[in-house]
């Protein structure tokens, strides 16, 4: 066989029969379980203690001094319910920011996998859904703990483990875009302190938006955090007809920032 044949021949074997293989993404998350796996406890404790710290706080300490209740709750019900965001953004953004930014940078993990048949969409996709597949799973951390300090559990709330993966799809994401962006991993502190902060703080975590002024009133309408913050209370209180357009809302924002997270990785890996 010529050499000319054999590079032709080359080529056909890496030509992908369709973009978005299952199986490809598959295997790129199944990495990262496997990696998962040596330091799971660790983060199912700090998942479990941070709740219980927090309640202990704010839900009793505070709340039983200061405060009789928000809208009705009391404030520990209103405080298990808004911490669901808490722990969803932090499961998702920051892991996506340091992991992509260190795997990328550091470890050269990405031009390993990309080496395979992989492309760069698979990939994003790929460090997204198991992103958003944790965190939907440790955001549910928080009621459970809420539960256990007098939070009447209903069969609503089985649908918070997919408004935590829905909403952690586009935290993952911009997580990515901002590792795919920035130039130093030192670079990190200014986008979890003008960012990232002020989105659970004015998330109705901790208390109702109604009481911000009126500009943050309508700023925080637009906070995925507050839409999801809303969903969960939903799901423990009762849902109104406004919350269907709530998770189109947080759908919509997954979907804008995989296609951003995926050009960006693109420019960095590609270009």
Do not use: H
Request: glycine share 10%; proline share 4%.
């Amino acid at each position: 066989m010529s050499a000319g044949a054999a590079t032709t021949a080359g080529r056909a074997g890496r030509v992908r029969v369709r973009r978005m293989d299952p199986v490809v993404i598959g295997g790129v998350m199944s990495r990262e379980v496997a990696n998962f796996r040596t330091y799971w406890k660790g983060t199912a404790f700090s998942s479990i203690l941070e709740p219980i710290v927090y309640l202990l706080a704010f839900g009793v300490g505070l709340g039983s001094t200061l405060i009789d209740g928000v809208d009705g709750l009391s404030y520990a019900e209103f405080v298990a319910t808004g911490m669901v965001a808490t722990a969803v953004i932090f499961s998702s953004a920051l892991p996506a920011m340091f992991g992509t930014f260190v795997k990328e940078r550091f470890q050269n993990t990405y031009d390993a996998i990309l080496a395979a048949p992989v492309d760069v969409e698979e990939l994003v996709t790929a460090e997204m859904l198991w992103i958003g597949i944790r965190a939907g799973f440790f955001g549910c951390f928080p009621l459970i703990v809420g539960i256990a300090f007098g939070l009447d559990p209903t069969p609503a709330m089985l649908l918070v483990p997919l408004f935590g993966f829905v909403t952690a799809l586009g935290f993952a994401a911009f997580g990515i875009t901002v590792a795919a962006s920035v130039a130093k991993i030192d670079q990190f502190n200014y986008v979890t302190t003008l960012v990232i902060t002020p989105l659970f703080l004015v998330a109705g975590t901790f208390f109702p938006i109604d009481q911000l002024p009126e500009g943050l009133q309508v700023a925080a309408n637009f906070n995925p955090l507050y839409q999801l913050v809303e969903l969960v209370r939903g799901a423990a209180f009762g849902f109104e007809a406004v919350d269907l357009l709530r998770f189109a809302a947080l759908a919509t924002f997954s979907l804008v920032l995989w296609r951003v997270a995926i050009s960006r990785m693109t420019k960095r890996l590609i270009d």
